[in-house]
Each structure stands twice: as C-alpha cells, then as structure tokens.
C-alpha cells in the first residue's frame, strides 16, 4: 500500500457572504470526483469537505484564509480546482451575468 503526502494549498474565502451552502456544496462536489482525501483547516481545525455541516461550523466569512489539505492519487488536480472555485467566487461572476 502506497502513501501519497499531504498537499496544502491557502485559499481566502472572498464571497460577501462567506461560505455558506451553495458554495459548500460546490466544495463537496468537486472534492468526491477525486481519488483523495480532502479537508478544510481553520485555525488548526480540519473538517472533512464530505461534511456540508462541518464545513458550515468553519464560519469562514469574507477575507477568512483557510488551507486546503489533500491526499491521494488525485490530490493534486483536485486542489487545482478546488482554488480555482475560490479564485472565481464559486462562479459568481456567471450567475450575475445570466441574472
């Protein structure tokens, strides 16, 4: 059995709202397409991205920093694209364009 390290990578929550459902489930949605692990760490505090109401408990509102830990074959492409919802808004951009 092969172990595969942990990855880290920091994201700032930047949604007016902070995360609330919506944006969680997105989270889960794209962690479980992955072969890994996925959990969300605030203030050395882990929950798993499997768990919408653990996630909730983060309150992680506008400007929270929260690091983004993986382990598995698909760690990597999975954190790229957990970012990239971050770094999009969730695709907020998109929705209040379709609006």
Not at 59 to 82: H, I, K, M, N, Y
Not at 94 to 99: Q, V
Request: hydrophobic content about 40%; some cysteine; charged content about 20%.
């Amino acid at each position: 059995m092969s172990t595969h390290p942990v990855i880290t990578r920091e994201v700032t929550v930047n949604l007016e709202a902070g995360l609330h459902m919506r944006p969680i489930s997105q989270i889960k949605q794209v962690a479980q397409k992955y072969d890994c692990q996925v959990n969300i760490r605030k203030d050395g505090r882990a929950v798993s991205s499997q768990n919408m109401m653990e996630m909730l408990t983060l309150v992680a509102v506008q400007g929270t920093r929260l690091w983004l830990e993986a382990s598995g074959p698909q760690a990597e492409v999975a954190l790229d694209e957990l970012v990239q919802l971050f770094e999009t808004d969730f695709g907020a951009e998109l929705e209040a364009e379709a609006g």
